[in-house]
């Protein structure tokens, strides 16, 4: 249930809040209304929390108010551990005598303590007499938040009401509900209709009533999917595909990429290419043909359409995807060059992408000379879509730039530089994904551009030769590891269910992979390895059918996803069904995907009874039983796909929103099944 916590300074507004609340707390030390005029308050509603801090007030104040409300009949009052004993003695007796039910709450406003002391606590509280022991930390990461939500795991949820404070923590308050706990707090947010009430909240990252009704009233799918394919064909992958299409626009002639099969994310960089001049068509047995102009009188025909122009902006909309993005870029710093500064380029999008926090990239556009203008988060931080770049690129033969916020951002750079006139040098620090890197030199060398590399200690230097020319490719895409990583997963799993039900064993297969590529989700082999499954390999010409079975017991393991951070769901899934605790390491690499993924991952799989904890850079998930549930994709198609995967080993019903996400990278995952 949702409990609205008021805190007006006036009776009436008081009272609108509660006529409209079917549960409310009353913070009497915040609204700060004489004894009479809360007892009535009191009288009115029938299922109201009565909370009066000492710490806000005095303890005789708190006394009156408290045994006030208690006299007119209030549900529950909440009495902090901290109070003064002979005033929480008297207050828990007379509560008790009059059959009011007692909250003892704990708050801690700078941090989380380590489980050791929050257990203890709890201990306290129900020596205390608590019936509903109320735990409330501040998370400053999110590995506080998991360390407060392991009270669940110990505690009757029903009596037990734990959360964490601040925006990491905020979204433990909806998490708690789906946890079981009695009711989580809101505020009542501001009212058009009711100017008078400020419905102001009363601690950090609390929602507003409306924001967490629509968290739970969401329109959901029940997923009645089973495994029906022993074996698939995976489409082509589209970190390659991406890559492909742009270097496609910059090659001046027709490339013809094979084995092309679409996805909103593919697509999106063919419909961007196709605005920019170049003549898309597609033929049979999926291939995908491409004929440009070649970057330099892309850049020349787009500086004399006016069409193309809004506001006098060259506005580029690059859809959802964070990949397109980071790849387009550098080449709109290259064009407002190119524009002579006098023409800005505008950079926008929908969706998801539009709440990534693009620094990195900024930075590194910046960096080339041109002017960046991003759009900040409500706080004035961060670098969000759209962006405004205009302006000349500065003449130099070395650029710096952080490469540790995403590989795709290196990746952009290497595919424009080689289209200046001039030799540079770019040197990135921190370097990320390193395989992602890899991936895009490969595309590279196909379309006849050369870069040298020479790594060093936390940092590549990358020497590229200017005035080089894209030679139109025929390129080969080849399947897709990410996607692969889902089927493996299943097959996995459905094969050690197989061997410990004693049924036939089933053939599982992952059909036509490219076990040379330099994609970074390969490592799905890895971490199947580990677990003790064993893999067959049938090659065929520079192809592989997988082969996966699994033993009656999976180990757990221990894998860096730093370098592959898109693994995350599909391993954490994974880990659940491994004995002992499993450990992946990389947290923090999942901050800027379609969703912040450490949150998503914990706390979708929580729900679904997972174990989880996260302590640093690392997620430790104890093997064991999930159960149904509803669950939230948070329009992100890896969240979505991995708790379809979970949904198929998963007895009771599992529901889920937006569920056509997945159509941004598989759109054909549910068929395969």
């Known amino acids: 249930m949702i409990c609205v916590s008021v805190c007006e300074k006036n009776f009436e507004a008081c009272k609108a809040i509660l006529q409209e609340s079917p549960m409310a707390e009353i913070r009497a030390d915040l609204c700060g209304l004489p004894v009479e005029q809360t007892a009535r308050l009191v009288s009115s509603h029938d299922n109201l929390i009565f909370t009066c801090r000492i710490a806000e007030t005095s303890v005789e104040y708190a006394r009156q108010q408290m045994i006030s ?5 209030v549900k529950y009052i909440d009495i902090e551990i901290e109070a003064p004993l002979d005033y929480a003695e008297q207050i828990a007796m007379y509560a008790r005598e009059n059959g009011t039910g007692l909250i003892i ?4 406003y700078s941090g989380t303590p380590s489980f050791g002391e929050l257990r203890q606590i709890a201990q306290a509280c129900l020596r205390r007499g608590a019936d509903i022991i109320k735990i409330v930390t501040t998370a400053n990461d999110i590995a506080d938040v998991t360390r407060v939500m392991r009270l669940y795991r110990e505690y009757d949820a029903a009596h037990l009401v734990a959360f964490a404070m601040g925006g990491c923590g905020k979204f433990s308050r909806y998490l708690s509900l789906r946890l079981g706990a009695p009711y989580t707090y809101v505020s009542y947010g501001k009212n058009a209709a009711n100017p008078g009430i400020d419905g102001a909240g009363t601690a950090p990252g609390q929602y507003v009533k409306e924001e967490l009704l629509a968290l739970l009233n969401r329109n959901r799918t029940r997923l009645e999917y089973t495994l029906q394919n022993h074996e698939t064909e995976i489409p082509c992958s589209k970190s390659v595909a991406q890559r492909a299409v742009i270097a496609s626009l910059y090659a001046d002639g027709e490339s013809v990429l094979e084995n092309f099969e679409p996805c909103n994310d593919i697509s999106g960089a ?28 892309v850049c020349e025909r787009l500086r004399l359409d006016a069409s193309l122009y809004k506001d006098g902006a060259l506005v580029f909309d690059i859809g959802e995807s964070g990949l397109l993005t980071r790849l387009m870029l550098p080449f709109a710093a290259c064009l407002a060059n190119e524009l002579n500064g006098k023409v800005s380029i505008k950079i926008t999008g929908h969706g998801s992408v539009l709440g990534r926090n693009l620094q990195g990239a900024a930075d590194a556009v910046a960096s080339l000379g041109v002017d960046c203008a991003v759009t900040h988060d ?4 961060g670098a969000y879509l759209p962006f405004t770049i205009c302006g000349r690129m500065k003449r130099t033969g070395l650029i710096t730039i952080d490469g540790s916020e995403s590989s795709q951002t290196v990746s952009g750079l290497l595919m424009m530089l080689p289209l200046l006139q001039y030799d540079t040098n770019l040197v990135v620090k921190n370097p990320a994904s390193l395989p992602y890197i890899e991936l895009t030199l490969n595309v590279l060398k196909q379309f006849s551009i050369e870069i040298g590399q020479k790594r060093g200690e936390n940092e590549i230097l990358f020497a590229i030769r200017g005035g080089q020319k894209y030679i139109p490719a025929t390129i080969y895409l080849e399947s897709d590891w990410s996607s692969a990583s889902f089927f493996a997963v299943i097959y996995a799993v459905a094969s050690m269910k197989e061997h410990r039900s004693g049924k036939a064993f089933s053939r599982y297969r992952l059909l036509n992979m490219p076990m040379d590529s330099s994609q970074a989700d390969k490592a799905i082999l890895e971490i199947l390895g580990m677990s003790g499954v064993e893999l067959r390999m049938e090659e065929r010409d520079t192809l592989c059918n997988v082969e996966i079975e699994s033993p009656e017991n999976l180990k757990a393991f221990d894998f ?7 693994l995350f769901p599909v391993a954490a899934l994974y880990a659940t069904f491994c004995n002992g605790v499993s450990r992946i390491r990389g947290v923090r690499r999942l901050l800027q995907k379609e969703s912040n993924r450490a949150e998503s991952i914990y706390a979708e799989y929580t729900a679904l009874g997972a174990d989880i904890e996260i302590d640093g850079d690392y997620m430790y998930i104890r093997g064991g039983a999930l159960h149904g549930g509803a669950v939230n994709s948070y329009n992100d198609h890896r969240i979505a796909m991995s708790l379809v995967a979970a949904s198929l080993f998963v007895e009771e019903p599992v529901e889920i929103d937006g569920l056509e996400c997945i159509d941004k990278s598989f759109p054909s995952f549910l068929e395969k099944l």
């Open 270 to 297: 063919v419909a961007r290419v196709a605005s920019l001049g170049c003549k898309v068509s597609y033929g049979p047995g999926g291939k995908l043909t491409i004929r440009s102009e070649g970057a330099g009188k």
């Open 560 to 566: 860096d996803a730093s370098n592959a951070p898109d």
């Open 69 to 73: 409300a208690i006299g007119h009949g």
């Open 105 to 108: 709450s704990y708050h801690d």
């Open 378 to 381: 409500s706080e004035g931080k």
